[in-house]
Structure formats: structure tokens, C-alpha cells
């Protein structure tokens, strides 16, 4: 892919996440006052950190909405600073990064469940959002995976061809799922089959980008991979819990471990192309 056409990419992916981040508070208007009702819905039992440190522990819908809400705004901004500080510099591994920055945006897709509850919407669109989601989220961290392996020493020429295969992996993945739309979890996630699979999936994807980002750094001999891959450790753990965690204690720290983790990356990686 060429630098022209790798940064259309990049201003699409700004004007998309400007969208999304603007639908949200849209939606909010609508779902947020029904939210007091809807929080005897989602409660669970206390544990013993919420006996200690009290609401900060709890499942609390607000706190969901918050989650869904520095979601879009990250994917927004991150996306504005990938532009500004890649746009006349050529790093294979930030094109990658950018889709999964961007298929963070379309985690206001999960709005759509409050919506249902509150103006009773036909369960084909929660079905439809929930596919789209899982497909979304799979997408993203298949595209972190690719951001390693080119990084190990991928042939970077096969930028297209690592997109389809991402793009037909996530799909594999996610087509076919069943999906009940009359349940969902205290994080607004719909309840779906095969969970256990999709928690291997994960995990595995997780452990093998954070290693094939320190093989990069013996192949290349410089410790600066050694920091991006610790630094994408932080970053996907930070996005597990403003995708998961139901209280603020998730959020706060989601969204924290996330920022730190994707702005770390970047950095180092501008620091490796910045005399290439």
C-alpha cells in the first residue's frame, strides 16, 4: 500500500470515528433517563471489593455508558494522532494499528440494546449490531496480530492480501454465532454461543502479538520492539475491560492502561522509522 493511499485511509478513519463519537452522546439524550429503571436490571451481587471500596466495584450501567463513551472519543483522537504524526512517515505496523483503533468506534453499537429497551426496536437490529460487533472486535485484534507479524518480518508488499485474510478470519470467525437477543450481561454485551472458543481466540491472539513483538526486537536487535510489545500488553488489557468491566473501577483503569498503551506504541514505533 502506498503512503497517498494509506492515509486516505486514515482521514476516512477520522471522519468515521468523528461520526461515531457524535452519535453517542445523541443517543444519550434518549436512553440515559431511563437508565435509574433499568439499573435494578443489572445488578449482581456485591463482592468484597465492592463491600470495601463501596460504588467504585459495583455494576452500575452509568459507569457501561462511560466505558462506551471514552471508547469513541479514543478511537477518535487516536486516530487524529495517528494522521498527524504518521502521515509523512512510512511504518509498516501503524496501518494495522490504525484498524484496530478504528474498530473501536463501532463499540456504540452496543447503545442499541438500551434503545430496544427503552423504545421496544425489533430484535433483527440487535441481532444484526451484535453480529457486526463480534465481527468488529475480532477484526481489530486479528489486525494488532498482522501489526506483529509484520513487525517479526512480514513481507510488508502483501499489505492487501493481509487485510483480506484478517478481513475473511474475523469473518470465519464470527459468521454463524448464535446470539440471544433476550439476554445480555451487565455490560451490555449480548449473550452468545461458543464463549469459551472465543475466550481461547482471544487469548491466544493476545500472548502471540506480545511475542512476535519480542522477536522482533532479537531479529532487529533493538529493545524498542521489547517496549511496544509490553506497551500493547497494557493497550489490549485496557480495552478487556471498557469492553467487559460493568463498574468504574474498569473504566477508569480501561481507559487509562489503553491510552497509555496505544500512545507507548506509537511513540517507539515513530522513534524506530522517524531517520529511515
Known sequence: MTLSGRNIFFRFGVVFCA??????????????????AMQENVSRPLNLLGIVFGNFFEAGIFAVHASL?????????????????????????????ALFIFSLSFEALRLVLPLHLVYDIPSFYLLTSSHILLFARHFGIFSMFAASLCAAGYEIQMTRNVI??????????????????????????MIHGFNSMFIVIDTA??????????????IHDTKEYMFIGLGLAFALSGRFFLLYADNWAGAVSGILMLSFGTWFVCSKLHKIYLWL
Open 19 to 36: 461520526a461515531s463519537a457524535l452519535l453517542v452522546p445523541a443517543v444519550s439524550f434518549f436512553v440515559i433517563p431511563s437508565y435509574s
Open 69 to 97: 463513551i471514552m471508547l469513541v472519543v479514543f478511537s477518535f483522537v487516536a486516530m487524529i494522532l495517528v494522521l498527524f504524526f504518521f502521515e509523512q512517515t512510512s511504518v509498516p505496523e501503524i496501518f494495522y494499528i
Open 164 to 189: 483480506i485474510v484478517v478481513f475473511i478470519a474475523a469473518l470465519a470467525v464470527t459468521l454463524g454465532v448464535p446470539i440471544d437477543t433476550q439476554s445480555w450481561d451487565t455490560s451490555l454485551n
Open 205 to 218: 491472539a493476545f500472548f502471540l502479538t506480545v511475542l512476535n513483538f519480542l522477536i522482533a526486537a532479537k
